[in-house]
Every structure is written in C-alpha cells, then in structure tokens.
C-alpha cells in the first residue's frame, strides 16, 4: 500500500519508555483478570484468545466464561496528553511508526466525510504507541493481547511488535495487512461514534454467555467491514497483492483457526470474533461495496 506521501495523523500519543510495572501482574486491580474482562472483547484477535485461555487455567476459571464481550472495562486512567509535537515525535520513531500514523490519518480522511454525507461528525480515535506493557483507560496493556480498542477512553493502543507476529507467527506480509490491523480497530470507533458499540454491549449486559459471545462475534465483523469500506475509499493507493494479503491476515485470525493452533480443538460457541470463512466475507464485502450500510451484521447475521 502506497502512503509514502501520505501525512502523519496527529492524534498519536506515545508510552513507549514508560514502565508500567510489566502491567500490574496476575494479581489485583490492575491483573491478568480484570484486563481480560475489560479489553478482550475490543482487541484485534491476534493472540488474544491464547492469552485469555491460558490466563483463565491458570487461575481456574473456566475459559469459556470468560470469551464474552468486554462490557466490564476498568475506569479510565488517563494516558498520554495528545499534542502536535508530541505526535510527530512518535511519529517518526521508525518506519513502522510512520506508517501506522499514515493509515490513521487516512481513515480520519476517509471517515470524516463518510459521516459528513449522513450529517454526522466523526471525532477522530487517537493511536496510543506502547513497547510490551502500556495503561489504558481499560486497564492494563500488554502486547500478548494484540492492538484493541478501548471505549473507555476512545483510543487504540499498539505495539508495532504485533507487526512482526504477523509475518513470523502468522506468514501474512504487506504493509496492507498492517493497515487493515489499524483499520479494524477504528472500525470499533465507528460503531463507538454511531452508538452502535454501547447498544450492542448493553445487550451483552443481560446475554447469557452463548448470547454475549454471538453478539460479539457480530461486533467484530462488522469492524471487518468498516475496515474494508476504508480500503475501499483508498483503492488509488492499494497496490496489487495487497487485497489478498488483507483476506489472508483476516483468514490467520479467524477463531475457529486460533483455537485450533492453541488448543487443538474448535469451540463454536466461545467465538469471539467470527470464522476465519466470516472474517474475510465481511472484510471483503466492504472492500467491494465501500458502503458502510452493506455491514450491518446485525440483520444480516455472520453469514451474511
């Protein structure tokens, strides 16, 4: 994807350098429970459900009465100030840096007028940098998770290291699958700005677990969408290979795939984040449609 020319957003804030303590351990306030509870249901997917399998063995807790969604997020804890200054030196950390500020800036200009056409205001999410652990306005950060969205706070939190998982873990290359990482995370704040993220976690409030789940599931894909309507609106700036290797990172992280890396076994009714077949049907959808009112999962259901 080409967005070499392309500037840099400033809404970047930066925690890399700042020690959180490793995130505040497995025990207290600030544990591997309450982070699993507050941001697994907004994280991106990679490795997530890894961390929170585990996590809840070792805690005995039955791991899929945990996979709901992440209603129960922690208070909101501050965070870096976002300033001009503070964003272009985060910016221009390195490479990866630079274009994860690219990709966001471009959503601000793909999604600003998409909302503008409905008569709507986008306010724009900010991007949170951090190195391994980091504080969210959901508790802690800690790079296993993967990059999510945290509501609390309206703002993404990466670690660019994610990126090497990609490659290494997963064998997806391109920057488009990089951008389609960002991307689906904004998709979460574009259900945040229509409404559509806190209604939809009302419902998970009295959802048995099975529901809850089911309902997540359909959050996710629709951020799949969102992601693809953000491609769509760049297609000038897509270079070829690049859709494939979005539908590849989309297929890399479906549940029923992760599931079977990390636990040799496939339990529909834990998914989180939909099929590796649905990921890339949604992503795909919005790719072809640019519309955002094609990703209304909710009517249409997983399947489409």
């Known amino acids: ?56 063995m070792l805690f005995g807790v039955n791991p899929l009465g945990l996979m709901g969604g992440g209603q129960n997020a922690l208070p909101a804890g501050g965070g870096p100030t976002i300033s001009h200054e503070g964003a272009a030196k985060a910016c221009s950390a390195n490479a990866l840096s630079k274009f994860s500020c690219q990709v966001l800036a471009s959503t601000e200009d793909t999604w600003g007028p998409i909302f503008a056409q409905q008569g709507k205001e986008y306010t724009p999410t900010a991007l949170i940098f951090y190195s391994r652990n980091g504080q969210s306005g959901c508790g802690a950060a800690q790079s296993a998770m993967g990059p999510f969205y945290c509501p609390n706070d309206k703002r993404i939190y990466l670690d660019t290291e994610f990126y090497d998982e990609l490659q290494n ?33 009302q419902k998970q409030q009295s959802a048995s677990t099975k529901q809850s789940n089911a309902i997540q599931v359909l959050i996710e894909l629709q951020a799949d969408c969102f992601a693809g309507v953000w491609a769509a609106h760049n297609r000038d700036r897509i270079e070829p290979g690049d859709v494939e290797s979005g539908l590849n990172a989309a297929h890399a992280i479906g549940d029923d795939t992760l599931q079977q890396e990390a636990q040799g076994r496939v339990v529909p009714d834990s998914f989180t984040h939909g099929t590796s077949a649905e990921r890339m049907k949604w992503l795909k959808r919005g790719i072809d449609s640019g519309d955002p009112n094609q990703c209304d999962t909710f009517s249409a259901g997983a399947d489409g």
């Not at 392309?6 to 350098?17: A, C, F, I, L």
């Not at 959180?20 to 249901?41: A, M, Q, R, S």
């Not at 391109?174 to 806190?198: K, P, R, S």
């Open 1 to 56: 994807m080409r967005l070499d020319d392309y500037r840099t957003s400033d809404n970047v804030g930066d925690e890399r350098g700042q020690d959180y303590g490793g995130g505040g351990g497995f025990g207290g306030g600030g544990g591997l429970l309450p982070l699993l509870f507050g941001i697994v249901g907004s994280r991106f997917g990679i490795g997530g459900i890894v961390v929170l399998v585990i996590g809840a």
């Open 169 to 201: 873990r997963f064998k997806v290359n391109g920057n488009f699958a990089q951008a389609y990482v960002i991307a689906h995370e904004v998709g979460h704040h574009v259900q945040d700005e229509l409404g559509i993220l806190g209604e939809e976690n």
